[in-house]
């Protein structure tokens, strides 16, 4: 099993550019509860802090694929230098701003305007071990690992990050998380920027060239569509576990919960870069939204957070290895110039659908208790299985490839 890890992490500057992408990923699960910290601190508003981090989500899932289309054209490294200081410097005026009164107009503003300068750090990095493993003999199976990996270090993100910002804000201040964000994207992309030898060539725009736009393209709307009803998932089943958490007394035991969850898609991501596949990415990310449905159902009999455990850590098998090959697909399905805008693209959908389900399923909570409330990512789920039908034919393609 670890023989594919151990020639991906032999491949000569790998893990000098992976490893500064982790770090630099960390301010992506730090930020947005960051700033629901500092705006309940300073407002006492949940309605509020839901909004703020909602549009800035929103912001960034509109901006960042322009980003990754600058870095697809001019180079990771010109473009990190030109928006990692306004995103830090925004930020720093956001906290300045909330913490001394001025209008709420002003600072909301600011940390929008600073998401707007956030670009996709996990699809550079994807798009650079894509250009150092292509030309190696045995370079679409070590693809496969480095997605898997590239995975597993998203879930360690999303593990380490929330907990680090959740720490500073309770031991030192509300704003203390955000601090360590922009510490953490400072050095991340300050070393990763000084890989100079695994930066993909840049691909300038030509005059005359037809150029059609991502979005416009089958093979991308076929997993774009369907990403955006996983994003849901994703959001309702954690804002549906924290909810069933709280009605227990336990609300200490959420972020066990949602590590856990974590957990399961770490571990799959893993087998997943280990294992060479008899069927293509296509069938993988069919079967596994499906398979993912049918094992979501069981959060609506889960009666305590011990059985809630297990279904999370279950069902997390299926998280890793359905957004692995989803990456696949698309990254194969458009031209080299335009991999990385892609990427951000497929994130887009799913920060798009993460969007969606709040109103809902606070409601169903309000109403019906969190328990019942697990319907909604089960809905989620159905929706993105239906979302595959407008494009049988493309998937129909997909599934050869």
């Known amino acids: 099993m670890s023989t594919p890890y151990r020639k991906l992490f032999a491949t000569p ?21 960051s700033v629901t910290f500092i705006v309940l601190h300073e407002t006492d508003s949940y309605t509020l802090a839901g909004t703020i981090s909602t549009g800035a989500a929103l912001i960034n899932a509109a901006f960042s694929p322009l980003w990754s289309r600058k870095a697809d054209q001019l180079g990771q490294a010109k473009v990190l230098r030109f928006t990692i200081p306004p995103y830090i410097i925004f930020g720093l005026l956001f906290i300045y701003t909330i913490t001394h009164n001025f209008p709420i107009i002003i600072w909301m503003a600011l940390i929008f305007a600073a998401e707007a300068f956030l670009p996709n750090i996990g699809g ?13 003999e045995e370079g679409r199976e070590l693809i496969n690992t480095a997605y898997s990996f590239e995975a597993l270090v998203d879930e360690i993100v999303f593990i380490i990050g929330p907990l680090v910002a959740s720490a500073a804000a309770i031991s030192i201040a509300p704003q203390a998380g955000m601090y360590f964000a922009f510490s953490f994207m400072s050095v991340g992309t300050g070393m990763y920027i000084l890989q100079k030898k695994s930066e993909p060539p840049p691909h300038p725009i030509v005059k005359g060239d037809k150029r059609t736009a991502v979005l416009a393209i ?35 035991y959420t972020g066990l919960l949602l590590a856990i969850w974590s957990a399961g898609s770490a ?16 069938q993988k990310f069919i079967y596994l939204i499906v398979a993912m449905f049918f094992a979501t159902i069981p959060l609506l009999f889960s009666h305590s957070i011990l059985i809630l455990a297990i279904v999370l850590f279950l069902n997390g098998f299926g998280v890793a290895p ?24 497929i994130l887009a959908g799913m ?3 993460n969007a969606l389900p709040g109103p809902f399923v606070g409601f169903m909570i309000d109403q019906y208790g969190a328990e019942r409330s697990f319907i909604v990512p089960i809905i989620a789920l159905l929706l993105a299985i239906l979302s595959l039908l ?6 129909g393609v997909l599934i050869k490839i």
């Open 267 to 282: 571990v799959a991501a893993i087998i997943n870069g280990s294992i060479k596949w008899k069927i293509t990415d296509g």
């Open 124 to 136: 550079l990095v994807r798009r650079r071990w894509l250009h150092t493993l292509e030309d190696k």
């Open 13 to 33: 500057g790998g893990l000098a550019f992976s490893i500064p992408g982790l770090i630099a990923r960390l301010p992506i699960a730090m930020t947005y509860l």
């Open 390 to 395: 407008p494009y049988r034919k493309v998937w």
């Open 351 to 353: 920060q798009i659908g």
């Open 322 to 345: 359905i957004l692995i090959s989803g990456y696949a697909i698309v990254e194969k399905s458009v031209p080299a110039a335009k991999v990385t805008e892609t990427f951000a693209w």
């Open 218 to 252: 089958p093979q991308v709307q076929a997993v774009f569509l369907p990403y955006i009803f996983l994003g849901a998932f994703f959001m309702s089943a954690t804002l549906c576990t924290i909810a069933f958490a709280d009605e227990r007394g336990a609300k200490g």
